[in-house]
């Protein structure tokens, strides 16, 4: 039933996604959350337009959404939605935002949809069938040392800011280069799509990581917690890469876990 569901997520992304960037050249009403993330009226709709087109079908499904919280299904399965994934770039007109669309099955992250809207990119994975953009099959980097790797890096500086500024240096000294996208949709599509090589974040939720998580994975590429433990749909921060340099980046942050 994993298929049947991401094909659901595909189709919601879609619609969310368009109505979402139809809307985006207009007024917007921001509202700063207490920990000082920003949401949109186009947050709140997206995630409801989702929600009524996947539980329309899916009706003994769990919810677990950035704006609505988690509501508990009875069928195993949990959607991890963030409508509006990289708001803060949505709000500025960086067209560095997408859909996010993820899958559990218990606390295993089975599968993920990310629809970036601003280039029309549908990204797509589920457990076992490969990682496709736009029913294109794609892979990750091959890239075998951190020196020659592009690495993303977007944790907050708002929270142990000395502990990321030390990692950051840490990692920017490993690496070839580096990039912020402000979006983890943005950023884990690339990384499943090979045009980045590894990425870390501290913070990322699970509604941030869950889609991206099963399209690095069947991409090729290997998706950890900091430490290198298992990804579940409870963990906080991760680790995604080609796989071939992951030990080593893991080696890097050894001290920061």
């Keep these: 039933m994993t298929i049947e569901r991401i094909y659901a997520a595909v189709d919601s ?21 207490s920990d ?6 186009f947050d709140l709709r997206a995630e409801e337009m989702i929600v009524k087109h996947l539980l329309g079908i ?12 988690f509501t508990e299904g009875s069928s195993g399965f949990t959607w991890v939605i963030d409508p509006i ?7 500025a007109k960086i067209p560095l935002w997408g859909v996010s669309i993820g899958l559990a099955y218990g ?29 294109k099959a794609i892979h990750v980097s091959e890239k075998s040392k951190l020196s020659n790797c592009t690495l993303s890096y977007d944790s ?15 990692l920017s000294t490993a690496a070839y280069n ?8 943005v950023l884990l599509a690339y990384l499943a799509d090979g045009r980045l090589d590894i990425a870390v974040e501290f913070d990322d939720k699970p509604w941030d990581f869950a889609a991206g998580a099963c399209l690095v994975r069947e991409a090729g590429g290997k998706f950890t917690a900091i430490d290198g433990s298992e990804m579940m749909l409870d963990t906080i921060g991760y680790i995604g890469s080609n796989g071939k340099i992951h030990s080593e980046a893991i080696d890097v942050l050894k001290e920061f876990r």
């Design 13 to 33: 992304a879609r619609q969310a996604g368009l109505m979402v960037k139809e809307a985006s050249s207009g007024y917007k009403t921001v509202t700063i959350k």
């Design 36 to 41: 000082k993330s920003m949401v949109t009226e």
């Design 58 to 69: 899916f009706t003994s499904d769990g919810v677990l959404g950035e704006e609505r919280g």
């Design 85 to 91: 994934d990289g708001t803060h770039n949505f709000i």
């Design 107 to 135: 606390n295993e992250l089975v599968g993920g949809v990310i629809y970036l809207p601003e280039t029309d990119e549908m990204y797509r994975a589920s457990k076992g069938r490969g990682a496709f953009c736009n029913d």
């Design 156 to 170: 907050g500086m708002r929270r142990e800011t000395d502990r990321k500024v030390a990692a950051l240096h840490k």
């Design 178 to 185: 580096m990039r912020m996208f402000g979006a983890s949709s």
